[in-house]
């Protein structure tokens, strides 16, 4: 059974940098995409990043494209986000979330997810 844990949040202010890591254990990686999701209180989660189980693909929210950067390193078990420029409107709880389908954001193909980190935005 693959488990996720998020870590890296915390407060930071506009115009800043946050690398967010999604460590995982208890089954084979490199047989899953990975895709970072947010939630922002009141609001849906929504996908941010993705990456194929391989690393050859990767999928971006119009929103973060440029600034955000998603990586894994299958030797380490972990995929990384690394956010720059961040804006008050990246403020979320960030989860990492796994599925063994195409690195797309539709939550339903995602049986597997991490507690989350908060990322706060804010001077």
């Known amino acids: 059974q693959l488990q996720l844990v998020e870590s890296g949040g915390g407060l930071v202010q506009p115009g800043g940098s946050l690398r967010l890591s999604c460590a995982a254990s208890g089954s084979t990686f490199d047989y899953y995409a990975i895709t970072w999701f947010r939630q922002a209180p009141g609001k849906e989660r929504e996908g941010v990043s993705g990456?194929?189980?391989?690393?050859?693909?990767?999928n971006y929210a119009e929103s973060v494209k440029g600034r955000f950067t998603i990586s894994r390193d299958n030797a380490k078990n972990t995929v990384y986000l690394q956010m720059n420029s961040l804006k008050p409107e990246d403020t979320a709880v960030y989860y990492c979330?796994?599925?063994?389908?195409?690195?797309?954001?539709?939550?339903?193909?995602?049986?597997?997810w991490g507690q989350g980190t908060q990322v706060t935005v804010s001077s």
């Open positions: 990456i194929s189980a391989a690393g050859g693909s990767t």
């Open positions: 979330a796994a599925t063994r389908g195409p690195v797309l954001f539709y939550l339903y193909l995602y049986d597997t």
